[in-house]
């Protein structure tokens, strides 16, 4: 069976286990979120060959997962092939904006404190009042945008390190609720 029949049978499975009745109903809808995002994913060529064989193995792990959550193997299993999983398919399209957003922001306010000071020089010190008002403003904006960055929203120093794609995101979504079901937890 070649790689990519592997991974359509296995997310094949994946939709059947979510249409179950008898499987937790949480369950299933974060095993269909899982699963359309994979899709979505592959749809939008985020996927490589190379991804495959780990994904494919994460997607077995959460349908068994799905269909029966109290297997300490299942959780076992599907924790391992999470956290292989965490940068297959891309990162959020929201993350990214937020990402930029905030970056704008800093420079932003970088912009308005360097055009206040220019100001407060071009006017020999007559518009400093104003000025002043400008630099209070950009280093507002520079300040929030910056422990908003510094908050762990983004790692600017290494921006791909933390950060997982929305299917890893949803696979930890499946292990949680799983561990709320899961007796002894």
Do not use: C, W
């Not at 296995?10 to 899982?34: C, F």
């Amino acid at each position: 069976m070649e790689l990519i029949d592997k991974f359509e049978t296995a997310l094949k499975y994946l939709k059947t286990a979510t249409k179950k009745e008898d499987n937790n109903p949480e369950m299933r809808q974060i095993g269909q979120q899982l699963s359309n995002r994979i899709e979505n994913a592959q749809k939008e060529k985020k996927i490589t060959t190379n991804d495959l064989p780990l994904l494919i193995q994460s997607v077995k792990d959460s349908t068994n997962l799905i269909n029966d959550p109290i297997s300490s193997e299942n959780f076992n299993n599907s924790i391992k092939s999470t956290q292989k999983i965490s940068k297959i398919g891309g990162f959020s399209r929201n993350e990214t904006l937020k990402a930029v957003g905030k970056l704008g922001l800093a420079l932003l306010g970088t912009a308005i404190i360097s055009a206040s000071i220019a100001f407060a020089v071009a006017t020999m010190f007559i518009g400093t009042p104003l000025s002043v008002a400008g630099v209070a403003i950009g280093t507002f904006l520079t300040v929030a945008a910056a422990s908003s960055i510094a908050g762990h929203e983004l790692n600017l120093f290494s921006p791909l390190k933390n950060r997982k794609s929305d299917i890893a995101h949803n696979a930890e979504d499946l292990l949680e609720h799983a561990k709320k079901i899961k007796p002894g937890n």
